[in-house]
């Protein structure tokens, strides 16, 4: 086509030789599997440059794609509706169940003393883009770091979830879908409570991968977020189970392509928490050693709590040589560890401390 | 005063000209990478870029030289999202290989020139796939790396008109100098 209309001239001689280029190619190659986030600043920047453009561009595409769409749907409509109002009574009754188990879960929750459900804050956003490309499967959200939006989180539509946020500009997000190849999401599959890796692969389904061999799931099982790792909160409704050539596949219950409105969760784990008693809980004696003394009582302005919790949690072998007179006061544990909250007090008691001096003695 | 003027048009004129293929393949790159899909995302975006590479690489290698492939490929790279460097590497390779085959590909003429730009997309999708194949140690789907080459392939015909108006209004009143 081209020859026919066009002389072809001849090679420049002053381009960069094509070895040299082809060896930098590489070498960009290498290096972005080194550093993968290599180019990360440079596309968010591109976006948030575009991010004006893509909120106004996009909301003609999509009333151009529902426009295409309701084309199929005027053949089906009435067919639709009828399901449409025989599934909504059916959810009436569901949502009743729902209501009396909720109420039911709080009331055990309050009987057991359990802790409480962290509460999940939530930035609702826009999609104003979405990109379809062989190795990449991703949706850009109107929404980034100045709404305080961090890569890990969730985004969830009416449905479940739909991906997680892997890239945050100032104000655009992309996600990363459940189907992409670079997807893995710890889940649990109910009933059962069985752990499992879903693995995105391209595909509208991601794989199962379960933890263990010997676990058999069935189809229609519930898989919903494990919650492991701390990223994501647990329980997040994902999909259900669908066996499909002797490999499981979770059918999302999100429709990534046609969400339009969709929350990010800014779900973060709570630290976890040193345990207060833990001078009680170590044994008395380790390897022939005993632990520690607390150390004399602090100023006014530290906390006496925390030091002593450090030195019992590592008695240091040199430490009764070197300690001072009253730490040596320090009672020794008896083979049942007594509660820390009365073994303390007697360290700081001249009394106590020749009781325990002569309990130390009785030991040896 | 008369002919200086005339040479800097001359020369602003031939600088334009010999910027516009690497321009097109920018403007490709940006348009085929917009996150805006008329289906739904059913169907992917076509590479349009490798259009202005190949049709310059053809008529005019002088002006579509491999480090102007390189910065449309790594313009690529940045704005597809996917691992870095995989359509930088792609691209070249296709350069170096339509470049090897130049008088083979630009000998074609009608559904023969066609089937040759299918070819040079069968390699640098080929090539995106084996590298990706290598970076992530496993063989992702083929199914939509060739839903991006039948889509790339039936956008060549629109592409090389447009490509081809561009060359005549703005590169083609050059191309005797050589």
């Known amino acids: 086509m081209a020859n026919g209309t066009w002389k ?33 600043r440079a596309r968010t920047t591109i976006i948030d440059r575009l991010q004006p ?20 749907e005027l053949f089906t409509v009435y067919r639709e509706n009828l399901a449409l109002k025989d599934e ?19 009331r055990y929750q309050a009987l057991l003393h359990a802790v409480p459900d962290p ?26 770091s100045a709404s305080n939006v961090k890569p890990g989180q969730a985004v969830v539509d009416a449905r479940g979830m739909i991906g997680r946020i892997y890239l945050t500009g100032q104000h655009t997000s992309w996600v990363i879908l459940l189907t992409d190849l670079n997807s893995r999401i710890p889940v649990t599959v109910a009933p059962g409570n069985h752990q499992a890796m879903m693995v995105g692969d391209n595909t509208a389904m991601p794989t199962l991968d379960t933890m263990s061999q010997t676990v058999t799931l069935h189809a229609g099982d519930q898989v919903v977020s494990s919650g492991d790792g701390g990223l994501l909160p647990p329980g997040l409704p994902v999909g259900t189970v669908v066996s499909q050539g002797g490999q499981y596949r979770v059918a999302l219950l999100s429709d990534a392509a046609s969400a339009q409105d969709v929350e990010i969760l800014a779900f973060r784990k709570p630290p976890e928490q040193l345990p207060t008693d833990a001078q009680s809980q170590l044994p008395a004696v380790a390897a022939g050693l005993k632990p520690a003394a607390p150390p004399p009582p602090a ?9 002593a919790q450090v030195a019992a949690a590592h008695p240091k072998p040199a430490a009764p040589k070197v300690a001072p007179p009253a730490a040596t006061a320090t009672p020794p544990a008896p083979a049942t560890a007594p509660p820390a909250e009365t073994a303390a007090p007697q360290a700081t008691s001249p009394n106590s401390s020749e009781t325990s001096a002569d309990q130390t003695d009785q030991d040896r | 005063m008369e002919f200086s003027d005339r040479m800097g048009q001359w020369m602003s004129g031939r600088l334009l000209s010999a910027l516009v293929p690497v321009l097109c393949g920018f403007i490709a790159v940006l348009f085929s990478n917009l996150p805006l899909s008329f289906t739904n995302g059913l169907v992917p975006a076509p590479l349009l870029a490798l259009v202005p590479i190949y049709f310059w690489c053809l008529v005019r290698p002088d002006l579509m030289t491999p480090a102007a492939v390189f910065g449309i490929g790594l313009l690529q790279d940045i704005m597809a999202g996917g691992p870095p460097g995989i359509w930088t590497l792609s691209f070249v390779v296709t350069y170096a290989v339509i470049e090897r085959q ?25 090539c995106a796939y084996a590298t990706v194949a290598l970076y992530y140690w ?27 108006v561009v060359h005549r209004r703005l590169v083609g009143p050059l191309r005797s100098d050589f």
Do not use: C
Not at chain 1, 67 to 72: H, L, R, T, V
Not at chain 1, 119 to 144: E, Y
Not at chain 1, 302 to 307: E, G, L, S, W
Not at chain 2, 102 to 126: D, H, M, N, P, W
């Open chain 1, 53 to 72: 453009v893509l909120v106004v561009v996009h909301t003609p595409v999509v009333q151009f794609d529902r426009w295409i769409g309701s084309i199929d």
């Open chain 1, 8 to 40: 072809i001239a001849r090679r420049g001689n002053t381009q960069l030789p094509l070895v040299i280029v082809l060896a930098l190619a590489v070498a960009l190659v290498l290096l972005g599997k080194a550093q993968a986030n290599l180019f990360d």
């Open chain 2, 138 to 164: 496993h063989l992702p789907p083929v199914a939509p790396i060739v839903a991006e080459l039948v889509v790339t392939v039936l956008f060549y015909i629109p592409g090389v008109f447009v490509t081809g």
């Open chain 2, 102 to 126: 130049r008088e083979a590909f630009a000998g074609l003429s009608g559904l023969a020139a066609i089937l040759g730009f299918a070819t040079a997309s069968l390699v640098a999708t080929a």
């Open chain 1, 119 to 144: 509460d999940i804050h939530s930035v609702l956003t826009q999609v104003i883009g979405r990109a379809n490309r062989p190795f990449l499967q991703t949706m850009i959200l109107d929404a980034g």
């Open chain 1, 299 to 307: 100023p006014a302005s530290a906390t006496p709590a925390q030091p």
């Open chain 1, 88 to 106: 909504n009574a059916r959810l009436k009754q569901w949502r009743n169940v729902a209501v009396v188990m909720q109420d039911r879960v709080k």
